[in-house]
């Protein structure tokens, strides 16, 4: 085990993966049409080649943890035998509200179903009737279901593992240790793998911040007219940056304890506020029939593709939040396995892949369901509006409750909050990767990282917005998903040598 009371050294990681990072920032910044043109052809070209690796991979780890689960290898302990839970159950469930929820959950949250009521992701369901709004609420509850958590809840039980039941540290290369059989931050392979898992980190958590900035100016310009436009956007990446840059130099104990607090209080407050204000019954028969639908479709979302038909709403849609999950795992997966010291194998899943989906779900049953009614049968038109600007999503729907402004300014602090949070939680992540798995990485790097992760947000929106946004995660998610596959192989391998019937 290293010994975590040395000094953190930089090493390649840190500048092979920060230089990389850097070109691409201003290559974007001085070529912003050669960028997106390029970028835009990646992205085709991946998602019409590996769209089904996606799907297939991440339908395989929902079957790989739930064997766990029901295995023998359950009763495993990520420490000691003799460990138990560093925290209760309700403070580690909500900290893993805190990790895996944000920014993405309060811009979806509306944005998709009305999305996909707007524009049906089958061609044979006409749009804006009741049928449509069902099948939007089924496939929004796919995407922030199960699946999607599978991906966090595959690399936070690796690392988990691998940190306290091995003793080792937390990197990405670590877990590849048994088949690579390398000494750890000095061979090219083990330093290639956790180059690979922070660029597709700060892809990740750039798309997050990209896509919170975006509703962020969306909101400004409903409530206070401020313009929408691309450089009102780079504005507020650099004052978001600054502030998360502060909150990285009051520690983990403090700037970002005090504002996962704010975030969960605000979310709850304005949950339970809409709750009680929207259609409550319809909300309520929403969510139960939303999840019979989504439990008697799984696998046929989980493997759909569309190979005898032209269209690209898999691609848009399902592959995108795949490419997503997994470019963001790295963070939410450290971040996870470092709250669940003491979990057996099976309480780790269960806790992972239940609570915090049916939460998801929850809010979007409450948020998309109101929008959805106000259009069904109060004669609005939120679909419509998000068509034409997906950031107001949620404040055209404040706008048909009753105190809409005090609502719409809440949800800008709390979207810029939860930018804050994770951004901060992120640059210690990353920090931390780029120097031997410290955990004390060095200010000067975390401010370094910081300055990058808000760079890079700022070319990817300037040079092709959302689509941006979206290219980044798939493209740089695509070695990575390899990784994870090779990880979950590695994992299984040591488990069938764990001697279970000594084990509590």
């Known amino acids: 085990m290293k010994d975590s009371t040395q000094k953190p050294r930089l090493n390649r990681v ?35 080649s590996f769209g089904w690796f996606y799907l297939l991979s991440v339908f395989l780890f929902v079957l790989f943890l739930v064997f766990l689960a029901f295995s ?15 925290y209760p159950f309700f403070t580690w469930i909500g900290m893993l509200f805190s990790a895996g929820f944000g920014v993405g959950l ?39 279901g ?25 990197l990405i290369s670590t877990s590849l240790s048994p088949l690579i059989k390398e000494r750890p931050y000095k061979q090219p392979l083990n330093q290639t793998i956790d ?26 310009n409903s409530v206070f007219g401020l313009p929408n436009t691309a450089w009102m956007q780079v504005a507020i990446i650099v004052v978001l940056t600054a502030l998360f840059l502060t909150s990285t130099t009051t520690g983990l104990d403090r700037g970002i304890k005090w504002l996962s607090n704010i975030n969960l209080g605000t979310a709850l407050v304005l949950m339970v506020f809409v709750f009680f204000a929207g259609p409550t019954i319809f909300i309520l028969e929403t969510l139960t029939l939303g999840l019979g639908d989504y439990l008697q479709n ?5 493997l759909r593709l569309q190979p005898y038909q032209q269209g690209t709403w898999v691609r848009d849609w399902t592959i995108f939040y795949w490419a997503w999950a997994i470019a963001w795992s790295p963070f939410v997966g450290a971040f996870v396995a470092r709250v669940s010291r003491g979990r057996t194998i099976r309480e780790f899943i269960v806790g992972v892949l239940i609570v915090p989906p049916f939460i998801a779900l929850l809010w979007i049953a409450v948020f998309g369901g109101t929008a959805l009614h106000l259009d069904l049968f109060e004669g609005t038109s939120i679909a419509e509006a998000v068509n034409a600007d997906v950031t107001s999503a949620l404040f055209v729907t404040f706008a048909e409750l009753p105190f809409s402004f005090i609502l719409s300014v809440l949800s800008i602090l709390l979207i810029l909050t939860f930018l804050i949070t994770s951004a901060d939680s992120a640059t210690y992540i990353i920090s931390s990767m780029t120097t031997n798995g410290s955990l004390n990485p060095p200010l000067p790097v975390r401010i370094a990282w910081g300055v990058l992760l808000g760079g890079i947000a700022a070319v990817l929106l300037l040079a092709s917005g959302l689509e941006g946004l979206q290219t980044a995660s798939l493209i740089s998610a695509l070695p990575f998903t390899i990784i994870l596959l090779l990880m979950v192989f ?3 391998k040591l488990l069938r040598q764990e001697n279970v019937r000594k084990i509590k």
């Open 72 to 86: 023998k290898y359950g009763k495993i302990r990520l420490g000691k035998d003799d460990d138990r839970p560093q």
């Open 298 to 302: 799984f696998i046929r979302y989980s």
């Open 490 to 492: 590695t994992l299984f």
């Open 106 to 144: 309060v811009f979806w949250g509306v944005a998709e179903p009305m999305s996909h009521f707007f524009t049906p992701p089958y061609t044979d369901t006409e749009a804006l009737t009741v049928e449509g709004a069902r099948l939007a609420m089924a496939y929004s509850f796919f995407h922030w």
């Open 14 to 48: 840190f500048y092979i993966s920060a230089s990389l990072i850097a070109l691409l920032v201003l290559f974007g910044a001085i070529a912003p049409t050669s960028f997106a043109s390029i970028a835009g052809s990646i992205f085709n070209f991946t998602t019409r």
């Open 195 to 220: 180059i690979l898992a922070v660029i597709a980190t700060v892809m990740g958590v750039a798309t997050s911040l990209g896509l919170g900035v975006l509703q962020i100016n969306g909101g400004l």
């Open 146 to 170: 199960v699946s999607q958590w599978s991906v966090f809840a595959i690399v936070g039980l690796i690392i988990a593992y691998f940190q306290f039941r091995r003793n080792a540290d937390g």
